[in-house]
């Protein structure tokens, strides 16, 4: 599966995103010559209440549905003169964490980067003025200016 950011008033593709094998905590990606769409899984680790892991083979579909719950973007990627400085953070996974790419992953090549932090899960995410808020179900909200020194 390829991810791609999509024109939803347009209902196209706008750019590639970085490849579902290079999402955290994905440790491979089974696919299959048929159909792509629904016989192709990732295995994916998950981490229950700190502590317990394990490893569950979910299907790519699954995986988009379930894994990820809200994405974002810092700036628009087409009227932006700093392809750079755009950037796509996702809440994902049953323990609501952050992951990143930055524009210049456009196209497949970059990877998803997890935004570490002592806190979460976080609840939402939004970005402002370049800087990202994200409000933890403790109810404090972490901030990441991607301005100044991105993660």
Known sequence: MKPHLLDPLR????FRLPLVKTFP?????LRSDNDISYSSAAFYQTIHLGRRQSTTLLPLLTLRDYIISKVVLSTNP???TKRKSCWV???FGIESRLAFCSCEDFGGVGIWMELTSNSGPY?????YNGILFAPCN?????AWDFNRDPP
């Open 11 to 14: 209902g196209s593709r706008i």
């Open 89 to 91: 953070v996702m809440i």
């Open 25 to 29: 905590y994905v440790f491979q990606v």
């Open 123 to 127: 609840s939402d995410v939004t970005f």
């Open 138 to 142: 403790s109810r404090f909200v972490d």
């Open 78 to 80: 087409n009227g932006n």
